[in-house]
């Protein structure tokens, strides 16, 4: 095998795992640089991250391989679940030596106060958004997660599960409704994982794609996972009755593959989020929220707010029944939360490089006074 061609044999092993004409070419091009290919180095796909550790698909096997080599300390470049790297197998042990750019990414921002992206899953075609109809439909939770489905380059699709729970066809016609209001532009399925209700349909749309599962805990995902793959793949626990919330089924990134019959592709599962905070959402805020986008074109004023200018095409809409008052203050609240997160990752960026001044002005004159001694010296 050649440094920068993986064969036709070893090229049909990854396509299962979403390897194109696209990827080869990266690959191509990372290799090209001695200095990121290695002197035998090996695509290969993620399809599990530990700490500091990944377990890769290559033309050689499934290989264990270290991460630490790949900016670890950018939280944004950290390996993730589906990327495509290049690989030095013959490392003892194997490692990572970069990655392959990414087509999109599923990020939010930690809950911690360094206002950082953590990237849930790299190169997703579909965002499969659960949302369990066991308990009371929450439409500002869709749009949270619709925003970032938009945000992450990924086509959203959105699953009502537990749809058995419901009593008849004619509420889960209403919830289907509602949730379509909140979540423009995608399709909304209700499915049962346990009756198999909707699944065909849903396998048949994410069939050849790299699909990201999403939700809360509870949401019915390791089970929906299930009857997607064919097979008990992930473990399966009871919500609690009085919330009903789950408990983390899940723990783990993992990405698995579809099977073939149904049209191939891949699932990466993901643990329950309990928080799902904006990152970078703006443009995603605007396609969640297209309607209001569309009105606002006609408002009076460019920089209007939709609070109380005249000819605000926004509140009119509102005021006549179009635009339920409701979608415009989860806009506004998504908007003020973007904005905050922005504003506190520009401060973090603007201490960093203070610090760096800092530093450089502090060797730049321990290096002065160094040269100062020695001409005393002599």
């Known amino acids: 095998m050649s440094q920068n061609t993986v064969s036709s044999h070893d090229d049909s092993t990854l396509a299962a795992y979403g390897w194109d004409d696209g990827w080869q070419a990266a690959y191509a091009r990372a290799t090209a640089d001695p200095a990121t290919a290695g002197p035998d180095p090996l695509p290969g796909r993620v399809v599990r991250v530990d700490r500091g550790q990944c377990d890769l698909v290559t033309p050689a096997g499934t290989l264990r391989a270290d991460t630490e080599f790949v900016v670890p300390r950018d939280p944004m470049r950290v390996v993730c679940t589906g990327d495509w790297a290049v690989v030095d197998a013959d490392g003892a042990p194997p490692y990572v030596r970069t990655l392959l750019p990414r087509r999109t990414a599923f990020v939010r921002s930690t809950s911690s106060k360094r206002s950082e992206g953590q990237v849930l899953a790299a190169n997703v075609d579909h965002a499969l958004i659960a949302i369990s109809l066991g308990v009371e439909l929450d439409l500002g939770r869709i749009e949270r997660f619709i925003s970032l489905a938009w945000s992450s380059g990924a086509q959203p699709l959105l699953v009502l599960t537990k749809v058995d729970l419901v009593p008849d066809a004619a509420t889960v016609g209403h919830l289907v409704a509602d949730a379509e209001t909140s979540a423009p532009g995608v399709q909304v399925l209700p499915v049962s994982a346990e009756t198999g209700e909707g699944v065909d349909v849903l396998a048949a ?19 929906l996972a299930n009857a997607l793959l064919g097979h008990r793949a992930q473990a399966v626990q009871a919500i609690r009755d009085q919330d009903g919330k789950g408990r983390h089924t899940t723990t783990t990134r993992n990405l698995l593959p579809l099977p073939a019959e149904t049209g191939g592709g891949v699932l990466i599962d993901t643990p329950g989020l309990r928080g799902v905070g904006l990152w970078d959402a703006e443009d995603g805020l605007g396609q969640a929220f297209a309607e209001i986008e569309e009105l606002a074109a006609d408002c009076r004023f460019q920089d209007c707010a939709h609070r109380a200018e005249p000819g605000c095409a926004v509140l009119a809409a509102v005021e006549g029944g179009v635009l339920p008052e ?8 998504l908007l003020r939360e973007n904005a905050r997160l922005a504003a506190r990752t520009d401060a973090r960026l603007r201490a960093e490089q203070r610090r760096v001044f800092k530093q450089r002005q502090a060797l730049g004159r321990h290096m002065m006074e160094r040269k100062r001694g020695v001409r005393r010296r002599g």
């Open 326 to 333: 409701r979608r415009l203050e989860s806009y506004r609240k």
């Open 205 to 223: 749309l994410l069939a050849g794609g790299t699909t990201v599962l999403l939700g809360q805990s509870g949401a019915g995902k390791s089970t």
